[in-house]
């Protein structure tokens, strides 16, 4: 009449929506490897960014300094044109300010690798693989796209 039970067997596993190990796993690898891409591109913009800088003040306190040796020969125009491009270059495309959001995107997204990372995971079932796209949707929203700026060049040029 009564079914007999066997206490010392495991009871049944919940079944959970399992995402494929290689799916996951390749869009791990795949974000990693644009976290990776968002740290060099910081740091090379930042370094353009520095380097145009440079050579835009040097060549103007070279212009300024030497005008009367260098107003003979074509060089003075060549640092006057070197420091106008470097100036027209940093200002057009706003290199500081994409540097810095190509930063906060990696940061945003090492953040929620590093969750992912460290979050349980009973029987390899990461449920924060939706927070991991979406924190990679918001980082590269950050990053958004290279915007050519001749608002400032306008203005500059009419007054």
Known sequence: MYEEID????PPKLKSPK???????????????????YRF????????????GVVSVISALIAATYTDALSQSIWLKV??????VSSAL??????????SDVW???????????????SPHPDHYKPDIDKLLLAYKEAENMVGF?????QTLVKQSRN
């Open 7 to 10: 206490i010392k067997k495991e």
């Open 19 to 37: 995402l494929n190990d290689d799916f996951v796993k390749h869009i791990h690898q795949r974000i990693r490897k644009r976290l990776k891409g």
């Open 41 to 52: 591109w910081s740091t090379t913009l930042m370094c353009i960014f520095v380097f145009l």
């Open 79 to 84: 640092f006057i044109l070197v420091s106008a």
């Open 90 to 99: 940093i200002t057009a495309f706003n290199l500081q300010g994409k540097s």
């Open 104 to 118: 906060r995107a990696f940061r945003h997204l090492e953040q929620a690798i590093l969750e992912y990372d460290l």
């Open 146 to 150: 290279f915007k050519f700026s001749n």
